[in-house]
């Protein structure tokens, strides 16, 4: 697996500039078509205290809107993702079915396989990108590139809590 730095000008020009924490997970979304594929990349936040998490970013609005709360599960995939920090995977749709209530839109997508990558910073899982794909992709050797997309999710992520912390109350 080729490196991943020369990405990082381009995407430090977005940073700098005045632009929406969304271009940044779009460059996110783009490293990771090429690098690990995905038929669809959604960003989610996670308010662990509270129990709940919310889409910051989506590739596909009218499967998976952005914002709106929903409790965190009680299941593999909180285990795994929080509480380990760890990568989730789920390489068939039965095996996502066991934690995901909302298999049968997935499938509706194309999409049997299944990978959340956690987003840690200061110890905590603040939140995951999730990836979707045909049956059987999400392998091993296919996410070895997912320490090097890490630093870029979470440089998105770390704008994206900015800008929230400016919006206005609603």
Partial sequence: MASLHHHWPAFIDLV?????????????????????????????????PAGRLRRLYTQNSSAYAVGGFKPIPDNKWTA???????????????????DFFDWQLIQSLGCESIANLPVVVGGETIGALNLLHEAG??????????????????????????????????
């Fill in 16 to 48: 700098r500039s005045p632009v929406q924490a969304e271009r940044l997970f779009d460059f996110v979304a783009t490293l990771i078509d090429t690098t690990i594929g995905s038929k669809l990349t959604t960003a989610t936040l996670f308010d662990v």
């Fill in 80 to 98: 795994t993702l929080i509480g380990r920090r760890e990568i989730y995977t789920a390489l068939s749709i039965e095996a996502i079915a066991e």
């Fill in 137 to 170: 992709h999400y392998t091993a050797d296919r996410l070895t590139a997912a320490p090097d997309i890490m630093p870029f999710a979470t440089m998105a992520y770390l704008v994206a809590l900015r800008e929230a912390g400016r919006a206005p109350a609603a």
